[in-house]
Each structure stands twice: as structure tokens, then as C-alpha cells.
């Protein structure tokens, strides 16, 4: 069964500082990889997706992720964080079983993120 | 175009209460899911259903039902409720199966005392 570690429960960064959340993942054939962020109170919201092609991958609000076969990886990064980046970030898996695919998706635990002025 | 909605935003049940939680998306997505959260366990499928007319069980089914009711609306529905289920659930619609973008409403926090 896939599997998705999110190995940082928490992480505290100042503002305008780099960041990097780790997402590790187990899963037999080529994973669809999912970055999403909730703030407070709210609902999850797409940052963005990896599905093929380019492992480099640009989301929203300046934020990029990289997908790594040979590390299982899927690491999200932002170079200068802002204050309004505070909130808790998923990583999540996607299945796919060819002809018969459902969107049954599979997410680590979570990371929150607080950014100190 | 609102997205994905939930009713109710709060509620607070005594064990052995029913109830259903509503969800509708008006984005025309054929696929509609329903999740808990958990601290510290990510989000949890419960129900999902491909199609309207389908339904099938994620990996927490114990303890809820659901029902497809049209394209727009999927209910979640605890016939019996439990503390166990003290959560916050997650309605989520996507245009079709497999790797398209799941599209989450605002959650129902649900308390089970």
C-alpha cells in the first residue's frame, strides 16, 4: 500500500528566509504527487502537482516542488518565506490503477508552519 | 460560483446521536469525496464516489453511510454517533477520477460527547 511521510511536524522560520518541507513517499510504480496547503479554519487548497515530465515543479504563491525518484522524494520549497505562509502544508499521493484509476488519494500528516517576523 | 459547500459549519452530538453531514459542488465534477481529519494523521478517505449512482469505501467506512444524491450532492451520514468520530470532515469534488485536482470545502468540525 502507498505510503506518504511527512517527516517535520512542525517547522519555525523567520520571514524572508528560505524553506524547504520534506515529503517522502512509498509507492511501487510512478506516484502522482500533490502539495497542499491549509490555513486556519479552512479548507485544503492546491499549491501544486506533479503528474510527469519536468521533475521541477512551479505552484502558486511562489512556491516549487521537486520530485526525486531515486530519494522517493517529493520536497516543496519557497526561497523567502512570508508571514502570510503560515499554515499547515500536506504532501499527498495519488493512485492510479491504469484503465480502472480512482482519486483516492493518500496524505502524510501534515507540517505546520510557523514564520516569525 | 460558490465551489464545494458544507453544512453544518459546527455541531455537537451526545453518543448515540444521527446525523448528516451535506456537501454540494457546483462545478459539474462527476467525483465526490468525503475525509476526516485527525491531528497529527493527515486526512482519511471515508467514502467516494466516482460517479453519480456510485459509492465506494475509502479506508475509514466504519461507522458512516453515504449517499450520492445527484451530480451536485454527496451526504455523509452517522447513524449511530461515537466519540471516535469527534473530527473535522472534509468534503472534496474533482472533475473525474484518478489524478485530477481535488477541490475541498470549508470542513464541519463535529464533536461526539
Known amino acids: 500500500a502507498q505510503s506518504v511521510t511527512q517527516p517535520d511536524i512542525h517547522i519555525t522560520v523567520s520571514e524572508g528566509a528560505s524553506l524547504e518541507l520534506r515529503c517522502n513517499y512509498s509507492?511501487?510504480?510512478?506516484?502522482?504527487l500533490f502539495w497542499y496547503v491549509q490555513s486556519p479554519g479552512q479548507g485544503l487548497q492546491l499549491l501544486l502537482k506533479?503528474?510527469?515530465?519536468?521533475?521541477l515543479v512551479q505552484g502558486i504563491k511562489g512556491f516549487e516542488a521537486e520530485f526525486k525518484r531515486s530519494q522517493s522524494s517529493f520536497n516543496l520549497r519557497k526561497p523567502s518565506v512570508h508571514w502570510s505562509d503560515a499554515a499547515e502544508y500536506f504532501c499527498?499521493?495519488?493512485?492510479?490503477?491504469?484503465?480502472?484509476?480512482?482519486?483516492?488519494?493518500?496524505f502524510g500528516q501534515g507540517t505546520i508552519l510557523t514564520v516569525h517576523p | 460560483n460558490a465551489g464545494v459547500t458544507q453544512t453544518p459549519k459546527f455541531q455537537v452530538l451526545k453518543t448515540g446521536q444521527s446525523m448528516t453531514l451535506q456537501c454540494a459542488q457546483d462545478?459539474?465534477?462527476?467525483?465526490m469525496y468525503w475525509y476526516r481529519q485527525d491531528p497529527g494523521m493527515g486526512l482519511r478517505l471515508i467514502y467516494y464516489?466516482?460517479?453519480?449512482?456510485?459509492?465506494d469505501k475509502g479506508e475509514v467506512p466504519n461507522g458512516y453511510n453515504v449517499s450520492r444524491l445527484n451530480k451536485r450532492e454527496f451526504s455523509l451520514r452517522l447513524e449511530s454517533a461515537a466519540p471516535s468520530q469527534t473530527s473535522v470532515y472534509f468534503c472534496a469534488s474533482s472533475v473525474g477520477q484518478g489524478t485530477d485536482t481535488q477541490y475541498f470545502g470549508p470542513g464541519t468540525r463535529l464533536t461526539v460527547l
Open positions: 509507492y511501487g510504480a510512478t506516484p502522482y
Open positions: 499527498a499521493v495519488g493512485l492510479d490503477a491504469g484503465g480502472t484509476s480512482y482519486g483516492k488519494l493518500t
Open positions: 506533479y503528474f510527469s515530465g519536468d521533475t
Open positions: 464516489s466516482a460517479s453519480e449512482g456510485t459509492t
Open positions: 462545478m459539474n465534477h462527476n467525483s
